[in-house]
């Protein structure tokens, strides 16, 4: 066989996906390895969608999106953040996925260096690997509450630096940032005169804490905004995000979605405009049910001792399983109790003793799979 890409074959697979794979081959798994919303995309936007499609929303959209949902996407921001940003100032992606892939190869050549959190998304590493950008990381350790440390940050940066990734809601964490980190991440970057790209997957899950967005803080076009209908709307399956950023940035960022995609599909698009500008109150109530969720998890692991990170927002748990190896724990855990958890080292190597579980699961699988998670990081050792 001829020689294939060396950056691809050299990618490892997401420890995930591996647990997962493992997963479909036993019965009756409780999973609560995977980050996706339990609930149906709500109705008035699936109405839209279909809608779209019996209007003739059936063609090529242009590279940046239709008019209709970048428009939509600015005036909320511009409503919610006091921002006075212009349609030029977004891009329509195949979600999340897609537009921070595009900003980091609109931004980053072959060689230079991206900040990413530890733990953090596995996906960045990925996308910068494929990208052939030097992968450096910061830390977020428990002893600083989850948050970035800025003399490590410093400590990093060399001329090769070209971006660094802020994550808040934070998955896996669910650290949300406070206005006064985020800001100093703003300063931080226009110092070095490094891009910042914020990844707002989870801004409207939040609990305890305000989500803050690092966007206002930028005076200097350096900030990329990262957006997704995925989790706010339970729209996972329907492939829509955005990016907001500097004129400068959008239009390289359009080059490369000739190249990637050609755009987004447009019943798909207008769908999503229902979504931002209809009733949110659908986002409420899903909110309302992870933050149970979430109560519901730590009162099962505070019965047997166990820690736990309490998140203030997205819907993870990153629980301490008191391990020297995630990855083999999980695989215990799925074979001997068919629990399904996301091993912490597959997001980082201070990941490596934790594992992370989805609140997003159901009620039923969260009571009976945490209790057996619980009793298995108590018992192990006494366990086979
Ligand atoms: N960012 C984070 C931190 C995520 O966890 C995810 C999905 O799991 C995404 C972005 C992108 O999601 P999507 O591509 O579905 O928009």
Redesign the pocket.
Known sequence: MARMSETVLQQKRSGIRKIMELANTLPNVLHMEV?EPLFETPAHIVRAGCEALEHGFTKYAPNAGLYPLREAAVNRLNRELGLSLAVDNVIVG?????V?NCAIRALCDAGDEILIPDP??P?YETMATIASVTRKYYRLLPENSFLPDFNELEGLITDKTKMIIV?SP??PLGVVMPAETIEKLVVFASKHDIYLLS?E??EKIVFDAPHVCALPYDTNGRVIA?Y????TYAM?GW?V?YAVSDKAVIEQMVKLQEAYVSSVPSAMQMAAVAAICGDQACVEDMRIVYRQHRDLTASILDEYGIDYFMPNGAFYMWINARCSNSTAFAEQLLIKKHVAVAPGDTFGKTGNGYIRISLASSEDTIRSGIRTLAEFIANQGKMN
């Open positions: 980050g195949i979600g999340g996925v897609e921070i953090s998304w996906n994550n934070s998955n990844d997957a989870y990262a997704t209908l995925s989790k996972t492939r995000g």
